[in-house]
């Protein structure tokens, strides 16, 4: 009896392992972007799933706006996708001490980091943990709808004169409601950066996270930013809010051409030239330039990166994950340039043999016209930090209301960032 009661356990237990083995693993991923980002990837990782049958993908994603208050709230609980889409800056919030993410060099059997240089990884490693695989680098460059600037009857500006000089044309040519640019208040900042690295050759901020203009040098960039507004270059801020709440690219505007252009990421361009009405395209034009400078202010970045969260369960299968987007043939045809011109050799090598990577595409075109600007900025994570943002967005609204003076302006925002900056740097 005792012999046969114990083979029935036996086999019951057998039996469920058996059960149990056959469960597939499942993991979460969420990544921020436009349609045709979400589409492309839903198609990658449908091409994992058949791949390995065993694993199932649960996918997490939304348009940029809210995306990072959501994962905030994710981590700080512990209940994060396994696999995420992160943003470079985002490293100094949520892994000071390189120990908010996975630290993908335990995951070295399932990651291919050959096709990697070792500045890229360097990137995205923290105190000696790796805390993502970067998937591409970026840069702000200037587009332009070519429908809007010919019947504004202008070429597209070479120097900031040109600039400043087009929002009254735009005006005069087309109507009250129509601007030579438009852009987020991250824009602009990246803009203003620009300005100032070419004319005095110092950024916003230094590695540490401080100030390098002086009083002068900040009420200078305060006056070039009320100039953006004051001369209808772009949309000033109270104008742009009474589009309402979302992407520039999503909003009528943008759509009908009443915004002739923008200065923004070179991965993200797709989602504005998806956005347009025929017969208008976005066409790459020249980096604006101070006459006579060497230094193009421009401003490259790791673009995003795939990171593992540190809580996850599945550690092995969510580096599988992060090895399949990235560097098998499937997924590098899915994602195409969605995320911009990859970093993975084997990507990069693909992408070209197939003609995806072309050099008269505009997402190519602004990578590499970047990369050929003399340039000394050094990417730092301060000047995309939301709280700094935040305030440069409620100086620009206070310049806007013409009750202060750029001076004044500048030294409330300078005051407030700084302490932001403490507060980021407490611990790291």
Known sequence: MNKL???????????????????????????????????????????????????????????????LSRLTTQIASGTEPDVMQTNWPWLIIFSKNGEGYYDLNKLKDQLDLSQYQAKDLQSTTVKGKLNGLPISVNAPVFYYNDVSWKKAGLAYPKTWDELFAAGKVFQQKLGDNYYPYAMVDQDVILLLNAYMMQKYQKPMFDNDGKFTWDDAQWAEAFSFVKRLSDDRVVPSPKKLSSYGKGNLYEMKPWIAGEWGGTFTWNISIRMYINNLTPPAHLVLGDYVMQPGTTESGVYFKTAQMFSVAKSTRHPKEAAMLVNFLLNDPQSIAALGLERGIPLSKAAETLLTQQGVIDPNDPVVAGLRQAQALPTTVVATPYIEDLQVVDQFMSAREKLDQGNQTPAQVAADFRQQVERIVRRLNRGA
């Open 5 to 67: 009661v114990s083979g029935v356990i036996a086999s019951l237990l057998f039996s469920c392992t058996a059960t149990w083995a056959q469960q597939p693993v499942e993991l979460r991923m969420s990544w921020w972007g436009g349609n045709s980002r979400h589409q492309a990837t839903l198609k990658a990782l449908e091409a994992f799933e058949k791949k390995y049958p065993d694993i199932k993908v649960k996918a997490e994603y939304t348009g940029w706006d809210g995306h």
